[in-house]
């Protein structure tokens, strides 16, 4: 009787080791973050950026639509009139002042929904670890794209001024990728590339 239990511990340890066994040539679900990074899935709604014209215009016209349709009012934009010899958006007012709280952000992307211009965007980039409760009030220095990422015609290069890419933001609108960070402004190549989990490839530039 007592050799019949022992036999049966031991069919039980083995089978127990078998699943250990068994995980160790499956393919890990972990990855070696920071120096191993994800690609989201293609919805994903991470920190925002501004974006601007292929000329490096602002897109911002400081319209505040973006501030009154935010659910959590974290969204702070104080217009101002563009000077003539200093145009910094194609419209006639510019966002002087243009704030995102991301602790009170709930990344919903009604801002970018509201957006008659495109100007901003919800990016993959979700790396925001700080220690200061102000650090994460990002101002236009961090949303702003580099002038040379802008992408697209300016409305007031087109002919009667029509912005034809409204509407087009799933199409158009630069996002950050973390390879390649600027560089990637063409989206729906990105999000394809995503969902095929295939290594990213040069998206074409507009
Ligand atoms: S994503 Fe939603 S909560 Fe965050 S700033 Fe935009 S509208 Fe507000
Ligand atoms: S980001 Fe868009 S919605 Fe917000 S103020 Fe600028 S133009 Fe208006």
């Not at 039980?12 to 679900?29: D, E, H, K, N, V």
């Not at 104080?78 to 002087?96: F, H, Q, T």
């Amino acid at each position: 009787m007592a050799s019949r239990k022992r036999l049966y511990n031991v069919g039980a340890i083995l089978r127990g080791l078998s699943i250990t066994f068994g995980f160790m040539f499956r393919r890990r679900p972990t990855i070696q973050y920071p120096s191993v990074k994800k690609q989201h899935a293609p919805r994903f709604h991470g920190l925002h950026e501004l974006r601007r014209y292929g000329d490096g215009k602002e897109r911002c016209i400081g319209c505040e639509l973006c501030s009154s349709v935010c659910p959590a009012n974290a969204i702070t934009v104080i217009g101002a009139e563009n000077a003539p010899d200093d145009r910094r958006s194609p419209g006639e007012r510019y966002a002087a002042r243009y704030e995102i709280d991301e602790l009170r952000c709930i990344f919903c992307g009604m801002c970018e929904e509201a957006c008659p211009t495109d100007a901003i965007v919800l990016t993959p980039r979700f790396e925001m670890a700080d220690y200061r409760r102000g650090s994460f009030v990002y101002a236009k220095d961090r949303l702003l794209v580099p002038p040379d990422a802008g992408a697209g015609p300016a409305p007031d290069e087109r002919p009667g001024g029509i912005p034809g890419d409204l509407g087009r933001v799933a199409e158009i609108k630069a996002t950050t990728d973390v390879e390649r960070g600027y560089d990637a402004t063409w989206r729906g190549e990105i999000l394809k590339t995503q969902r095929k989990g295939l290594t990213l490839v040069r998206a074409p530039k507009e």
